[in-house]
């Protein structure tokens, strides 16, 4: 059985105490302050072959980060192991070492007056009806044989489910003291498919807080299989310049690079070539993307950092202009500028829907390309380079078709693609068992596809 939250703060919140308490007892070395996080990790997964348990690991790991603290001079290790004599003599080796770090002071604590103090507001992040061992086993079985139903399946890759029991402490002597637990389950299928032009695979996914908001198993399965069935026979399109249209996988991929250009270590470094943007316009007007950490259920929600900082929602482009770029407390620091709260990254992300629908969208396209994904590839925020492997389908005079297109580049700059962005009004909605970061259905024009 999982641990629930109390069985875990009862043990690790002594153990926090005594480690502070150790390190108050530092003084000799100079220790003026320490943070401690304690994060304990239960997972569970299951995958299946041919209706039979293929492989079924769980076990419980923790991990435990200390950091030490000498005015300006700050030192971080962390253990996995909650052994106090073995945390405490690791700190005390950490100890003697202080006096060589160099001193920094933007990785000071944060000022106690700013600390996160808690909050009575439920993300209701932990599944209240957590399923059997069974349950999940079920669940995998469903999604396989939902998969190998399809026409034109030869079979499955992997077929997995996992559970996950996740539970973190942040104890410091400038009076930061939260916790947070969270449930989280994760099921995919790979799936292999085959015609007379040879085989395929590709596959979906799903994942929820709540195990009974998970994707039903046979629609997972069917939509893992028809991803697969629309890889075959699937030809070079031509080379030239034509408009994309991208669906929810390919559009949060595509648009996961504004969070890389807003990101404070980029902006610290002079990495991205939004850095001198702020409040101008960096793409087309359409879009707004909002990072909200609280959404009851979603996959980035929290009340809190583990700087101590609340996490508020926070929009970083708005109707196109750039409003805020994404700092944690030591970036923040070094660039003058206000915490964002998220200094264990990106919580959850929302493109607003455009105006059109996705047929109105494409109506226009008298030849582009419909795309389901992206495969590695290029995509640097500094110079704005963009050059993806992709595949999809083929749009002839306003209509997606059946013809399989894959194995092309669609290359282009950032700068440029930013700003020809069209959106429709189909943004899914949030907490999403597919997208932490949700974007509509997207249409850049110009793009430059090289193809055969």
Known sequence: MSRSKQDFLDEAHPLAESLLDYAKSGTTYGVTDAKVVISSNDKQEISV??????????????????????????????????????????????????????????????????????????????????????????????????????????????????????????????????????????????????????????????????????????????????????????????????????????????????????????????????????????????????????????????????????????????NGMLKAFNASLMESRQLGIAPTGRENGPTNGIIKPGAVTPDELISDIKEGIYIRGFNGGTVDVNNGLYSRQAYGNLIENGKITDTAVAGFVVSGNLKDMFMNVVLADDTPDMPSTRHQLAAPTTRINGVTIAGK
């Open 49 to 318: 072959e041919k209706g039979e348990v293929a492989k079924s690991v769980s076990g419980v790991t923790y991990s435990v980060s200390i950091t030490l603290y000498a005015g300006d001079r700050t030192i971080s290790f962390s253990r996995n192991t909650m052994d106090e004599a073995e945390l405490k003599e690791a700190m005390l080796k950490n100890m003697k070492a202080l006096s060589v770090v160099p001193a920094n002071p933007n990785k000071r604590l944060l000022e106690s007056g700013k600390v996160f103090k808690g909050s009575d507001i439920d993300l209701n992040l932990v599944d209240p009806h957590p399923p059997s061992s069974e349950d999940l086993l079920d669940y995998a079985k469903q999604v396989e044989a939902a998969a190998l139903a399809e026409p034109g399946v030869k079979g499955t890759r992997s077929v997995g489910v996992s559970k996950l029991d996740s539970h973190f402490l942040v104890l410091a002597t400038n009076g930061l003291d939260h916790h947070e637990s969270k449930t989280r389950y994760s099921a995919s299928a790979q799936v292999v498919a085959e015609d007379a032009s040879g085989m395929q695979i590709d596959g979906d996914s799903s994942v929820a807080r709540h195990f009974n908001d998970m994707s039903k198993p046979e629609a997972l399965g069917k939509s893992s299989a028809k991803s697969a069935l629309a890889k075959l026979s699937a030809t070079l399109p031509t080379t030239g310049e034509m408009p994309i249209v991208l669906d929810h996988d390919a559009a949060e991929d595509f648009f996961s690079a504004v969070y890389a250009a807003v990101d404070g270590t980029a902006l610290h470094r002079g990495a991205t070539y939004m850095k001198d943007k702020l409040g101008q316009q960096v793409m087309s007007s359409e879009v707004t993307l909002v990072d909200d950490p609280s959404i009851p259920k979603g996959l980035g929600s929290g009340l809190a950092d583990t700087a101590g900082i609340e996490s508020k929602p926070v929009t970083f482009i708005e």
